[in-house]
């Protein structure tokens, strides 16, 4: 089955970025989850921010589908409604999100 990974790039409100992290760990990871095809959901905060850094958290989802349009259009139709609640604490007004398609299997260090 083809693999893919999603990526969001997303910023929270000012002054409420703990309520942000709370919201996206707790919360939000296990909610995309739950969407089927994807598989894996892991969150990273950019080491070294400066006034040139457009985005300060990244989200990565892995999912696997044989058509990765209907998991994404499943994604977004569950987006702010009870299966998957938003944030306020969330800057909605700018964040990314782009898809990706694997080209190669996953390798590690030891193969």
Request: aromatic letters at 10%; hydrophobic letters at 40%; proline letters at 5%.
């Amino acid at each position: 089955m083809p693999k893919f990974v999603l990526q969001v790039l997303s910023n929270p409100v000012a002054g409420q970025e703990d309520e942000y992290n709370r919201w996206y760990n707790e919360q939000h990871l296990g909610d995309v989850l739950k969407v089927p095809g994807f598989t894996s959901a892991q969150r990273f905060s950019l080491m070294h921010a400066d006034a040139d850094s457009v985005w300060r958290y990244l989200a990565l989802y892995e999912f696997e589908s044989d058509d990765a349009n209907a998991t994404l259009a499943a994604l977004t139709q569950r987006a702010g409604t009870a299966e998957m609640p938003l944030s306020d604490a969330m800057d909605l007004s700018a964040y990314s999100v782009t898809p990706w398609t694997a080209i190669t299997p996953r390798r590690s260090a030891d193969t």
